[in-house]
T-cell receptor
Framework: GNSVTQMEGPVTLSEEAFLTINCTYTATGYPSLFWYVQYPGEGLQLLLKATKADDKGSNKGFEATYRKETTSFHLEKGSVQVSDSAVYFCALQNQAGTALIFGKGTTLSVSS | EAGVAQSPRYKIIEKRQSVAFWCNPISGHATLYWYQQILGQGPKLLIQFQNNGVVDDSQLPKDRFSAERLKGVDSTLKIQPAKLEDSAVYLC???????????FGQGTRLTVV
């Protein structure tokens, strides 16, 4: 079946450090891939997405590249800020119109 | 633009009681989802509506959970009777038809004691 696997958290970094959160997926066909973020006290919101192989999604300094050969969609940011502290969820949509399938989430904590 | 509204924000009930959650999606969004998020896990789909029709309810425990979306707008999710393992955050989301960009409400945190 379709599934998403994320690296276990929590991830604890100092401000300005480099961030990588690993995400791999299992899916039939050619899914679209997403990163959602949940800031403290807020609802889940879309951070970035990629809809086909080799696409790069980017937003707010975060990037992720759709790698079909490794079935991965790792999230990266070159210099994290305290305000990036949140829970990050990798997700896939197997085909248009179907519901998102989420990973377990990775908690990021950034200290100054 | 108003977001997805959910109520209540918190609910504590005893096992075997019933409970209902309400969701008002973003205006014009044909697709509505209910997800269950247990502590430490990612959201898991319970049911997906397209307008007022059910698209996917394969993971809905139909012996105790029910959901409806009257007139293709607001939706309610009901649990009757509740079990301890139903303690979770219940998330409502909506999206424009066919897109993967879902807008989520803040959720209802249910505690069953």
């Amino acid at each position: 079946g379709n599934s998403v696997t994320q690296m276990e958290g929590p991830v604890t970094l100092s401000e300005e450090a480099f961030l990588t959160i690993n995400c791999t997926y299992t899916a039939t066909g050619y899914p679209s891939l997403f990163w959602y973020v949940q800031y403290p006290g807020e609802g889940l919101q879309l951070l970035l997405k990629a809809t086909k192989a080799d696409d790069k999604g980017s937003n707010k300094g975060f990037e992720a590249t759709y790698r079909k050969e490794t079935t991965s969609f790792h999230l990266e940011k070159g210099s994290v800020q305290v305000s990036d502290s949140a829970v990050y969820f990798c997700a896939l949509q197997n085909q248009a119109g179907t519901a998102l399938i989420f990973g377990k989430g990775t908690t990021l904590s950034v200290s100054s | 633009e108003a977001g997805v509204a959910q109520s209540p924000r918190y609910k504590i009930i005893e096992k075997r009681q019933s409970v209902a959650f309400w969701c008002n999606p973003i205006s014009g969004h044909a697709t509505l989802y209910w997800y269950q998020q247990i502590l430490g896990q990612g959201p898991k789909l319970l049911i997906q509506f397209q307008n007022n029709g059910v698209v996917d309810d394969s993971q809905l425990p139909k012996d105790r959970f029910s959901a409806e979306r009257l007139k293709g707008v607001d939706s309610t999710l009901k649990i009757q009777p509740a079990k301890l393992e139903d303690s979770a955050v219940y998330l409502c989301a909506s999206s424009l038809e066919g897109t993967g960009k879902a807008f989520f409400g803040q959720g209802t945190r249910l505690t069953v004691v």
